[in-house]
């Protein structure tokens, strides 16, 4: 192979178009997100068909400008990488289908990408030096799980959540405070004016045995809380709710840390944004003697550059590609 190894990612599983190149296994050359959430906002949450639609009119010209962006032609790529699961199927099939088509097209190997091991590798574009072992919280707004990372795709399950996911419960909450969809950035904004003590929402499963979380219970506390008192100031409302979410999140991750004998915390995903968490974890790990890494923001929300990154590892160090029958798996897991 001559030159540099260019990885095109694409990751379009759920209402986000994004693309992005890959220079190497961790150089961002370009990485573009369009957010469908307005088209969505008006249905109140994302609509499959509406979104797999919007990402095929989209996609095609979404790869041309990160190709632009990144300064090279198509024919300068090494390698494709995209989504295949988990996700809203339909969404999953147009970003898949279109790599393959470049990859077929242009005779260049293939990876379909796990969208959870995805947000993990987004700590790898942004720390390469912090390595495995370490344990993962990856906390999104269809997840919500503590997985062992032993080395780079080589996963155990710690725990996970047993309903909802901490992002799918800031959602509903946020469209309780007339938040529009995706709800978690202006809840996180709402929150720091209120008086996270005002409100004393449960903890759920915070003594448990064990690893798995629930957060239905405690969106469904807000309701009731919001129709006893409907004069509630919404500031107050975020702010105790979330320190809840983040107070469960903390213990649980820095417990299951220090029981599978990590010294390392990473978090990814959505959520992992969230300025709250990323003040009250690291202050707490500590106390135990765990380091925490966060991605920058706009790694930890979705995005292709992780997708590319962990397709180009699985291709350039464990030699792995994908054939074209490669379908959508819409349940994957670990
Ligand atoms: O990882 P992600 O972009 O998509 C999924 O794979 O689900 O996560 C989206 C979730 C949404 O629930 C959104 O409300 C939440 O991440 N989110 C946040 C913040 N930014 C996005 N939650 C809390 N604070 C934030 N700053
Ligand atoms: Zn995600």
Known sequence: MNGPFFTLG??????ETAVAVLRGQTEIVANTVYSQAKIHATYGGVVPEVASRDHLRKLPRRVK?????????????SLVAATYGPGLVWPLLVGL???KGIAFGLGMPYVGVNHLEGHIFAHR????DVEPPFMALIVSGGHTSLVV???YC???????????AAGEALDKVGKMLDIDYPAG???????????????????PMKDSPGFDFSFAGLKTSVLYY?????????ENVASSFLESVVDVLTIKSVEATRRYHMKRLVVAGGVAANSRLREVLPARADERGIEVHFPPGDLCTDNAAMIAAAGAYRYLRLGESHPLSLAPQPSLSF
Not at 10 to 15: A, K, P
Not at 65 to 77: D, V
Not at 125 to 128: K, N
Not at 154 to 164: I, K, N, P
């Open 97 to 99: 289908s279109h790599g």
């Open 185 to 203: 950035a202006e809840l996180d904004r709402l929150a720091k004016k209120g008086d996270k003590k005002a409100i004393d929402f449960p903890r």
């Open 125 to 128: 574009l942004s720390q390469p």
């Open 154 to 164: 080589s996963y155990r399950l710690a725990g996970s959540t047993v309903d909802d």
């Open 226 to 234: 919001l129709k006893k008192h409907p004069g509630a100031r919404r």
């Open 65 to 77: 400008e990160s190709l632009q962006t990144a300064g090279i032609g198509i024919k300068n790529l």
């Open 10 to 15: 694409i990751e379009t599983s759920c209402d």
């Open 149 to 151: 990372v032993d080395e």
